[in-house]
């Protein structure tokens, strides 16, 4: 059974909690969590990058010299890949890296990227993480007070832009939301800090 306290927003433990088993007490499978967050990074990039191949720069339609007789080697344009202004050889064109994996598979790698950071006592359950205005200094001092320090992921049950606001300028620190929560972010952060009404939507979307 698991089970970790429950710390208000000074850092005093209020209570205790129970974390489910099926969620946070599975063994890691590496492996799945290794194939979706390289999904996930796949599936950022822009895909814009290009360039331009022999084929569409300027110039280069007249033969440079002729065939024999010159002593330097044959040329054809002065548009080929190893001259000076020439097209690049294979030419990176526009695409899309996306590609999709099934669900259960990702499904699998949350729990163990949460399952994972439950062995290693890296899950903060704060009883509720409420922000009156956007205070950025004030929230360092939360999670100062809650021992949380280098990359955080403080995870809140839905939206709250006083909360998003006051996390946005401390680094390292990253705010999203239960319904948000993604792998990459899981194991990119050193600790979660997790909202205890946030836990109990992602242990009734995951259970």
Not at 140 to 150: D, E, M, T, Y
Not at 156 to 183: E, P, Y
Request: with cysteine.
């Amino acid at each position: 059974m698991l089970k970790t306290n429950v710390l208000d927003m000074s850092g005093k433990v209020v209570g205790e909690i129970e974390l489910s088993e099926a969620i946070f007490g599975i063994a890691p499978n590496q492996s799945v969590v290794h194939d979706v967050v390289k999904n996930h990074l796949a599936n950022l990039r822009q895909g814009t990058q290009s360039a331009l191949t022999r084929a569409e720069v300027s110039g280069g339609g007249r033969k440079p010299w002729r065939q024999k007789g010159t002593g330097r080697a044959r040329q054809g344009s002065t548009r080929a890949p190893q001259w000076t202004h020439g097209g690049i050889a294979f030419a990176p064109k526009p695409r899309d890296y996306s590609y999709t994996l099934n669900k259960k598979a990702k499904r699998l790698a949350l729990k163990s990227a949460l399952s994972a950071k439950a062995a290693e006592a890296a899950i903060v359950v704060i009883d509720e993480i409420k922000m009156d205005a956007p205070k950025t200094k004030e929230f360092a001092a939360f999670l100062n007070a809650v021992g949380v320090q280098g990359k955080a992921l403080v995870v809140t049950a839905a939206a709250d832009a006083n909360v998003v606001k006051s996390g946005r300028n401390i680094a390292g620190c990253q705010v999203t939301f239960a319904n948000l929560l993604n792998v990459y972010d899981v194991v990119n952060a050193g600790q979660l800090v997790v909202d205890k009404a946030a836990l109990q939507k992602i242990e009734e979307v995951f259970a």
